[in-house]
């Protein structure tokens, strides 16, 4: 999983970008817990647009065999 805070180009370029998915911990009380990831997720500048769908959707659709 990914988070707000990573290097995501970093990340999806060394580890690949269908390999990421967001991740939140929403519901814990946890400093990884953001209730606005997604929504700061795709304000993120660093990240093309078509990366940004696979770790937002396409990849987790894919993990859990709904593409």
């Given at each position: ?55 937002l ?11």
């Amino acid at each position: 999983t990914c988070e707000n805070s990573d290097d995501v180009p970093y990340i999806a370029r060394e580890a690949g970008e269908d390999c990421l998915v967001i991740g939140t911990d929403y519901g814990h009380t946890d400093t990884s817990s953001d209730v606005d990831a997604i929504k700061i997720f795709r304000g993120r500048a660093d990240v093309p647009p078509n990366v940004k769908q696979k770790i937002l959707s396409d990849n987790a659709r894919a993990l859990y065999g709904l593409s």
